[in-house]
């Protein structure tokens, strides 16, 4: 017996030694997030660690704010021209980078010349082949000379979509092994003090950030934490300050205890659809009547409140609801009607076997989407439709999807962006199948898509370009090559003793600040 | 001679787990490029990446390549953080090495002494200790890490949920070795746990087993107490068996170790190794591998010599 009490005093002894109370210091906030940014250069890579992190340290030539208009950022003023074809930004004043050097219109030349549109994914692929030329006329002037009227443009030019780097830290060197891509000199509010790999990043306040007043917190420090159960016990204890995202089972758990903004938009990714995407080349998805069977059996409404717990919203049209201009409310009217379905998959022949199964279908997604292909195996199982769930990770899935087109379901959040041009025209393009990632997953091909998609990406008038917009969301709506699930929000949670952090900016915290 | 024998099979072990990883890695679907072109690209980009990395090359190629700076002691270079191989898991090691150390400490030390303290008696089996020994070896760590950080950190405030320093108190010097420990703590009772419940049972089983043996009844026979004829003389008898059986379950600490860090989001090698593997940064992988098996075999080469220094019938060539 007094055997076991050594025991149990030792064991007391071991935890109460390790237990100092921890005190508190400085402005600082702690961000949770839940990958190793890599490296810390946001104009080679669309990486959303990354950017997460990387986006404090630097600007675009705009930001975005709340309804993703542009406001002033590194360019403090900018003009059309009539044609459309010419957009000239005047630049900010008394910028410099954060070795001290100054920035000017060099800068942004040199960056989208070399850097976006040769490596970063999204910008060679949604801006370049609209942009003839970079112009630099003068050291506080840069003229983006277009090939047609590229309405999305200023949209694009965030420190997300198209952040500016230095010249004279890139000029002349491979970007890809640039040592600068671990110890980044940016203009942004943020400098790097300390990266330690799968650990934290330390960021401290930039004294001569050129916005007056900004950044009013001292330092930002990014905990990687990849489990969510223990970043939520960090943020209830105090360790963590801030979660960029929040999954939907989880909010619940913090409602009352911490500062929540659902945002549609987020470092990463704007306007998401999760979508449900048919393989067009497999015969029996080629089926127009076998694709309406899916719609008319899949529940969303119940998909919203099972697995997105209600944070976001059933998808109406194949554009995002938040697009206001372009989308088409009420486009997709399949009602959820069990009778229909099994109508339209005995008219298309898949007849029940003696189990009462129809046709086994593959279905791949993330991990993370399980709960979605779990939901939709049972619903489609009342069609007699048989689902086989594959959860691959990002790299396997983007390389049986894309490059082998070797499935014939396959979950994708589709991440529309803040217009149409950035995000949509890649799912439904001619031109967009083959061995890009996340780009046409249907095989989807229709000249009168096609021909819309040219037309509002090439005109700068709102008014006309909606009209394409919903014009080709009809025809869409009608050929069903996906079926558009839910609009998944995005949630944020920080401590309530912070103010007025930006979730849906890639420059989060340019304005937090702590209460006392 | 032996040595030299031991010693060829030391390093065929590790080069065949590590050309093992090699194939694996390599034939996974999905390369480097696909994660670090990130969601979207433009046609040509991934054949751009691939050539630049020179992940177009035949595997054989690529092999022969590799294991020829391998001969060199170049593990390669990580595609993703851009860094030296060996950099990157020298740098991790250390953390690694905190956590299993003292959990390999713990679990030998705690769990001898509960086995000792729950023997069972003619009168007393002790069934319920079986019980919850039994459950806590089958609890996940995953599971128990969430336990103790629920119990320690969020009720009781005595202890860090995650990380390894305060990130708001950056300490120096014995503050900060004593931050560190704080942190660790959790994690090594996590890693732990598992492993004390099995060595506890084992002690338990392998000393009730010595006690039936016809020199306690001599050593009970002079009047010895009951404890000392356990401890003194059935205990060294039976840690022969003990330190074979817990030093074959190194390589689950190191496997252990790759959940633990996730859990409490320590940046050890276990947390390279999944990052390395979910962005398909095929020579971190691979020289993670080579590291880790060098650890389990270089561990279990030292299991033989302490059971030479416990037994010196070994040592001597008899049994």
Redesign the interface.
């Known amino acids: 017996m007094r ?2 009490l ?2 149990f005093a030792l ?1 007391a002894a ?7 109370v ?5 402005d ?1 906030a ?1 961000i949770a997030v839940q ?2 940014p ?2 810390l250069n946001p104009a080679i ?4 660690p990354l950017h997460a992190v990387a986006d404090s340290l630097f600007n675009g030539l705009v930001s975005l704010d709340r309804d993703g208009n542009a406001q002033p950022d590194l360019a403090r003023s900018w003009s059309v021209s009539p044609d459309g074809l010419e957009v000239r930004f005047s630049l900010t004043e008394g910028v410099t980078w954060h070795d001290g050097r100054p920035f000017t219109s060099a800068d942004v030349k040199f960056s989208f010349e070399e850097l976006l549109f040769r490596f970063h ?2 910008a ?2 949604g801006l ?1 082949p609209a942009v003839a030329s970079v112009d630099a006329p003068d050291p506080l002037t840069v003229v983006f000379r277009l090939k047609r009227p590229h309405p999305a443009l200023l949209r694009q030019l965030d420190v997300t979509e198209a952040p500016i780097l230095p010249r004279h830290i890139y000029a002349g060197s ?1 970007p ?2 640039n040592e600068a ?2 110890k980044p000199i940016g203009t942004g509010a943020f400098r790097l003090e300390s990266y ?5 990043v ?1 960021l401290v306040k930039n004294a001569r950030y050129f916005k007056p007043g900004l950044p009013r917190l001292d330092r930002l ?1 990014f ?5 969510t ?2 970043q939520l ?2 943020l ?2 105090g ?1 963590v300050d801030y979660l960029g995202r929040v999954s939907p089972a989880d909010v619940a758990r913090l409602e009352g205890k911490a500062t929540i903004v659902r945002t549609t938009a987020g470092p ?2 704007a306007n998401c659809i999760m979508t449900l995407a048919f393989n067009l080349d497999r015969p029996r998805l080629a089926l127009h009547a076998v694709r309406q069977a899916f719609a008319h059996t899949i529940d969303r409404a119940q998909m919203l409140s099972l697995v997105q717990f209600g944070q976001g919203r059933v998808a109406a049209a194949p554009i995002h609801s938040a697009i206001s201009w372009a989308t088409l409310p009420g486009a997709l009217s399949y009602d959820v009607n069990l009778s229909k379905a099994n109508a339209l998959l005995d008219g298309a022949g898949l007849a029940r076997n003696p189990s009462g199964e129809r046709a086994t279908f593959d279905l791949l997604m993330f991990p993370a989407f399980m709960r979605y292909g779990e939901l939709m195996r049972q619903q489609l199982a009342g069609a007699g439709i048989a689902i086989r769930l594959k959860s ?9 999807v894309f490059t082998q087109r070797d499935f014939d379901l396959a979950l994708v959040s589709y991440c529309n962006g803040v217009d149409p041009e950035i995000g949509v025209s ?1 799912m439904y393009r001619s031109a967009a199948i ?6 046409n997953a249907a095989a989807y091909r229709n000249a009168d898509v096609d021909r819309l998609f040219d037309e509002a990406g090439s005109s700068t008038d709102v008014a006309r370009r909606g009209e394409a917009y919903r014009a080709l969301q009809r025809i869409v709506a009608t050929d069903l090559p996906y079926w558009w699930l839910v609009e998944t929000d995005f949630t944020s949670a920080w401590r309530d003793s912070f103010r007025d952090f930006a979730p849906w900016s890639g420059q989060f915290a340019e304005r937090a600040w702590r209460s006392r | 001679m032996r040595i030299l024998s031991r010693l060829t099979l030391v390093v065929g072990a590790i080069w065949l787990a590590a050309t093992l990883a090699f194939l694996l890695i390599h034939l ?5 490029a ?10 040509g ?2 054949e751009e990446v691939a050539r ?1 990395y020179g992940l177009d090359r035949p595997l054989h190629e690529v092999y022969l390549a590799w294991l020829g700076n391998l001969l060199c002691g170049d593990l390669g270079f990580s595609y ?4 030296p191989v060996l950099t ?1 898991v020298l ?2 090691l250390p953390v690694t090495l905190a956590l299993i150390g003292p959990a390999l400490v713990v679990s030998g030390l ?1 769990g001898v ?2 086995g ?2 729950w023997l069972p008696r003619p009168d007393k089996p002790h069934r319920g200790f079986v019980a919850a020994m039994a459950a806590l070896h089958a609890l996940p760590s995953y599971l128990v890490g ?1 336990g103790l ?2 119990v ?3 009720w009781l ?8 320093v ?4 950056p300490a120096g010097g014995g503050a900060r070795l ?1 931050d560190m ?2 942190h ?2 959790l994690p090594v009772l996590a890693l732990a746990l598992h492993h004390v419940a099995f060595t506890a049972l084992l002690t338990r089983a392998r000393v009730a087993g010595e006690l039936s043996r016809p020199y306690i009844v001599t050593a009970a026979a002079k009047g010895l107490p009951s ?1 000392a004829v356990e401890r003194r003389h059935a205990l060294p008898n039976a840690l022969l068996g003990i330190v074979t059986l817990f030093g074959a379950r190194l390589g689950a600490f190191v496997a252990g170790a790759v959940v633990v860090e ?6 050890g090698l276990g ?2 190794a ?2 390395s593997a ?3 940064d095929h020579p971190v992988v691979i020289g993670i591998v080579l590291v880790t098996t060098a650890i389990v075999v270089l561990g279990n080469l030292a299991t033989d010599m302490v059971l030479r220094w416990l037994d010196p019938r070994l040592a001597e060539g008899r049994s």
């Open positions: 055997y076991r050594h025991i064991a071991l935890v109460f030694a390790g237990s100092t921890a005190q508190q210091a400085g600082t702690v990958g190793d890599g490296h890579s669309t990486a959303g994914a999204r060679r692929a370049a491979e890809n092994r891509n671990s330690r790999r799968d650990d934290s330390v420090t905990r990687i934490i990849p489990e159960n223990t016990a960090a209830a204890n360790e990463g990714g691959l990770d990002p790299a396997a899935f983007a390389t049986a890649r083959g061995n890009v990632p996340f780009s | 996974a679907p999905g390369g480097p696909v994660a670090l072109g990130g969601d979207s690209g433009a046609p980009y991934l630049i993703r953080s851009q860094q990157l740098d991790r705690a002494a509960l000792l303290a969430q950080i629920v320690f950190a969020l405030g005595v202890l860090p949920v995650q990380g390894l305060d990130e708001r108190v004593v420990a704080r660790l703590v404890h996730t859990v409490f989001a320590l940046p947390r390279l999944v990052t979910i962005a398909r």
